[in-house]
């Protein structure tokens, strides 16, 4: 797929069905593996889809994971991914509308996310557009946890700008 979708961009729930799309469109499977099977409830994980082929995904996670840095900053997106030959053609614009609007209809007022602030200023001017502000002055580093495949924990940092939006 190449530039402006030429078909209409659908945004669904993703499902395990979708598994194999998710991992074509950035691995590693075990990334969507934990987020499309169960937690009914606690996460919605939508899917972007033109023409059937997928796009992009989102997910917006409704309560806090006591490994997270601030398990109170909920709802929180914690992932946007647009493939690259469709980023600024409003699909992240797409999926955000999705998240936003699963938060407000289970009575939240606002939403979180966070931004890797130097490898994706794209992402920043997005987020500012849509009414995102920072709730600091500056990005921080920011410790997280990952689980393979085979189940093993990992700890990485990267520098993170924290955005709110009031919804």
């Known amino acids: 797929m190449d530039g402006t979708p030429t078909a209409p961009v659908v945004i669904r729930d993703a499902t395990a069905a ?12 075990g990334l969507h593996q934990d987020r499309v099977g169960g937690g009914e409830g606690d996460r919605r994980y939508v899917l972007a889809e033109v023409g059937g082929e997928a796009v992009g995904f989102g997910v917006v996670y409704f309560r806090g994971d006591p490994m997270w840095e601030r398990p109170e900053q909920v709802p929180l997106v914690m992932d946007l991914w647009v493939a690259p030959e469709l980023r600024g053609c409003g699909v992240g614009s797409r999926i955000i509308a999705a998240l936003e609007n699963a938060a407000r209809e289970r009575g939240f007022p606002c939403l979180y996310l966070q931004v890797q602030a130097e490898k994706n200023p794209r992402a920043i001017s997005l987020y500012r557009k849509l009414g995102y502000q920072p709730l600091g002055r500056r990005a921080h580093t920011d410790l997280f946890h990952t689980v393979d495949e085979q189940g093993n924990v990992h700890e990485g940092e990267e520098i993170v700008l924290d955005m709110q939006k009031w919804l």
Do not use: N, S, T, V
């Open 18 to 29: 979708d598994l194999e799309k998710l991992a074509a469109l950035r691995p590693p499977r």
